[in-house]
């Protein structure tokens, strides 16, 4: 057994495009048929694929992704996507 797809829902996704964005993902637009337009990325062989949440309804849980990052560079730009304070 392999996990294959994880789908987080959010209440905003044009800053959760950023943030995962600022972290060096590089995230697909897609919408199937009729349906609601999401963003997608690879993670490993998992694809993640981003929702806007339907009635507040957003998913609650603790993921742990490592990206590579230089520390000693980090200019703390995530702080301004407005996702962290």
């Not at 997608?40 to 929702?51: D, L, T």
């Amino acid at each position: 057994m392999q996990l294959n797809y994880v789908v987080l829902y959010v209440d905003n996704l044009q800053k959760s495009f950023e943030f995962y964005s600022e972290l060096g993902f590089e995230l697909t637009a897609e919408q199937h048929g009729e349906g609601p337009k999401h963003y997608s990325f690879p993670v490993g062989n998992v694809i993640f694929e981003i929702y806007l949440a339907k009635n507040n309804a957003v998913s609650h849980m603790r993921l742990g992704i490592e990206v590579d990052i230089n520390v000693n560079g980090w200019d703390g730009s995530l702080r301004f996507s407005g996702l962290r304070k």
